[in-house]
């Protein structure tokens, strides 16, 4: 059984809390957040203590840390876990600085302890689905990768100010998801983007709509389609082409029930958000992180993931603001 | 080239007309109707003229007819055209009453000439690909057969009067169907009903809504669901199941768009009703007839599977009376 | 907290244990199974202890019992929890002859403890949906109802022995579902079955394929096909006809991927079977229990409901032997 | 009566010969192409004459012209056409260098002849059901337009050295699209493309694989996915999201037919190619054209409409060949 002290008692730190504790192998220890109700009734919730950081970081107890905590303490966190020898499972992105991503993950490498990052998309089984059976020559070799990414509504201005912009905050999942499906790093990039949802996005010097073009060393291209609105929940579809045919992983919908009538058959909408549509990836990322604790599994999502997903992130923000593809 | 008479300018006869003009073997040599005006109208259309039925029947440059005029006189155009020697296309029925269809088929017989019956859904592209599937072993024995037929809205009470009721006008293709996709005799039958849709339809002493049970020797059984009504369009759908697996024939939709939003995925309905749904199969069946006459084919479907789809109809309205399975 | 004793430690019991254990307001007291093996390993799984039967029903600290034995055990359980005035859930059905069933309820009756019977599919969020649209109004007054139901491979003649029969075994549910949906008892009954799938369960004196129809006071009526294999995972599908238009609730399939290759377009199966089909209805009826216990709610689905199944089951077996309609 | 000249009697010829001969307000006039064997057959079809190139242009008889021929003689014919006052239908392109369709407009302005240029898509039903439905307000403000576009199997090296390249003889009907969807002029573009499908294509100097990006004035963005080979036939999709949700135009499948089975659930692959799916845009796109002859209409896709297809294809490829987006 593994301790684990969770970091970060908001939305995110609430899924992840109920799979720590239903884990067969891991047990929710403590709850550390800068708001001592939200921790204090996560932790009643799960019968479990509030530490503060420094006493959970140093409790012999503690096996492992969650850090789902606001992004700009990630770094920090890593490093301070490392340094007393946890093991580590921290939510995208690590930092939205890149050297001090690097940073952090050369004090990581230096204390030899296992960090993973939560690309939860990684562990839906649609998409699992659809990269297994590509791996197994189901469709021959990758050509074309078109990923879809639209959220229902978008977020308020305040949090697009601190997000990092569009690139960092939203389509690094797709950046990941790119690299995870083709098993390569692109060699060119290219974004176009627009506001056209909420003109507080674009006064808070970001775009809502944006379009990516990735080329490999292979051949094979990628383009991601993002929006921060659908208008019919969250539409995150996977379309990969090969040399035999397409593996495609669509939306999984509400419900299977139909209403035909005179003016057409209206079927369920795509699940809402991430809470639903990935309520198992987060489940099955948090099993792999437990493999990774008992020494069954080496991170599959590494630091290193986290910093190529970056990277591509600030290049592709380089190549909306220079109207020029970067290579890379 | 053969010279088509056609008998009946309504509705079905101007679909005939257009598959008789334009097939290349086939050509519309005169149209024949006991309303003028209809007549000369389709005549027109197609720069033919208009004949009386004994002309015709007796021109020896007609080579075949197509009977597509009202039910009552179809068994009497037959046994005139049988006895002219002419080809003979004839839509179903062959007559309401079943004696009367047995010695009309015994006249035809007499004569020897070739007698196809319009039972145009064998001849849906659909239905055909589903029964060459099965024919082909892809899901073994059949099992169950269940044919959903549900029109997009009721015919008049004055139609229905004149019709031969529910089982004898509408389910009369189901049980041809059933019969040409199985490939046996059903052994018994049980039917029940409704009136629903229109009380004048009750009034009528007919039922607008309809469920049959039959089985076959070999063990399977079908089930037939009807309706006056469907309220989305026509419903013309098949599912087999056999010891593989199942074979589905859908719907065919009227377009291939879809409006996503918030209230949900709205796709088209099915095609409106049998002129739309089954047009391909029209032309089919016409190709096939072709064949009959050129002497490249016998019919497919004869004057026995239009006495035996009738004999099955006459025996659902037996159930349904007596509330008992029948015996066959 | 309600402290629960579950009765059967086999597979369906198993997936009452983890949602006891998960539920917010249960506990999982203690397991009874005339196995002790099953028992203990049931207990381990959820730390908690073994009981006898006379131990358990007589433990004051027991506020509920969950009957998930053997099917000829339920009755004797429930006259004996009922006694004791636990709060009953028992699996279906509640016994296999009817006037046992009767004699049960008059003794829960005299006892006034609620008793639930699990007919899990009430529970499915789709059926739910469905019967949610239409008690609303959504396509008007119900006209046909088709229930399809077949499960993915058939079970063992052993089982078939004793299970009293493919109606009282797995038709059951779809008795229960009609009843539901359309909200009236029907008021005729007319089944037709075959021995199609495996010999040896014609040989245990039991069908397999079985296709039966049902007509209610209003005039609407149910079609049920059932077969005890699919060759295709579990086809759990309804269809519900009203004077607007059609509600269906389909197949869930077993994940979003699609294959497009030169031979077609391959999707997912259905979902295998129950445990995988109903987890979600399993939770979601338990949690109705749940606030039966806490006197929030009284029984959806009553002794009564289950008497009714049976009945109806009882009176299509007679169906079939009699080849004739039986009115209710 | 329109009496039409058809110039080129291949593949395509053929198709635009039975739209001819099948339209109630044109005939088949005269069958015009540089291989005597092709013209006569497909003039002996239609029971029409073969005409020489000048013979047909300046019969008096002759009220419009259809160009079907080599790609390379369109221009030409068109400047002949106009000259003799023909009213013109030209298939695309009208030339694969811009300065000559520049030119050859600049000749048909001076003649004042109506040019329609046979963008099929935009009358493919699917297309134009999408468009009508975005142009009533049904998504609100375009935001996002996805055109996916693939071929069943790549050309020949010889096609493909005589085409233009991918982007004027493939990807123009797709920047037609757009165009027509979007209704405004795009403002900058960027393409990416790979050789993965044949490498004799590659070794032609072409690309088999391209993705290009478009930005347009109200900031609204396209992707255009183009393949030489999908594998599965030919795949035609466009998605079209808006400020209230999405429009999608799916492919049309060959028939409706499943088969479910333990491996999964098998639907048909998309129609095979262009002859299939678009068979009804082509008789639309016939339709319309005689209502440009009859003066009920002007050519809805003009001399200009072929112009900037061919000007987009242009400044695509310098984009490949840059690296950089193009401002337009």
């Known amino acids: 059984m593994f301790n684990i002290a969770l970091f970060g008692a908001g939305r995110i730190g609430q899924v992840h809390a109920a799979n720590i504790a239903n884990h067969k192998e891991t047990c929710l220890y403590s709850v550390i957040d800068p708001n001592p109700e939200s921790a204090e009734s996560l932790a009643r919730k799960y019968q479990t203590k509030v530490q503060a950081i420094e006493q959970a970081i140093s409790d ?44 952090c993950l050369e004090t990581v490498k230096q204390y030899q302890v296992p960090l993973f990052i939560g690309f939860n998309r990684r562990y839906d089984p649609q998409f699992r689905r659809l990269k297994t059976l590509f791996d197994t020559g189901t469709i021959g070799k990758a050509e074309s990768l078109l990923i879809t990414s639209r959220d229902p509504s978008p977020p308020s201005a305040e949090y697009v100010k601190v997000s990092g912009g569009m690139f960092r905050d939203m389509t690094i999942h797709d950046f990941d998801m790119a690299r995870f499906i083709i098993g390569e790093e692109p060699c060119s990039i290219y974004a176009q983007g627009s506001n056209l949802v909420d003109p507080a996005i674009g006064q808070a010097g970001d775009i809502d709509t944006a379009f990516i073009i990735m080329k490999f060393p292979s051949g094979a291209m990628a383009a991601i389609t993002n929006s921060r609105r659908s ?75 986290g910093e190529q997903a970056l990277y591509l992130a600030d290049k592709a923000l380089e190549s909306l603001h220079s109207g020029k593809e970067i290579k890379l």
Chains 1, 2, 3, 4 share one sequence.
């Open 231 to 305: 208008g019919y929940g969250y539409d995150q579809r996977i379309e990969l082409h090969g040399e035999k045919g397409l593996l495609s992983a669509g939306n999984i919908k509400e419900n299977s029930v139909e209403l035909w009538e005179n003016t057409g058959c209206l079927a369920a909408r795509p699940e809402h958000f991430f809470l639903q549509r990935y309520r198992e990836a987060y489940i099955a990322e948090w099993d792999h992180f437990v493999n990774v604790m008992a020494d069954r599994a080496t991170p599959e999502c590494s630091g290193f993931d």
């Open 60 to 103: 012999p107890e503690v096996h492992g840390v969650l850090i789902a905590s606001a992004t700009d303490t990630h770094a920090d966190l890593i490093e301070l876990a490392a340094k007393h020898h946890k093991k580590i499972f921290c939510e995208k992105p690590v930092h939205l600085d890149i050297e001090r991503v690097h940073h």
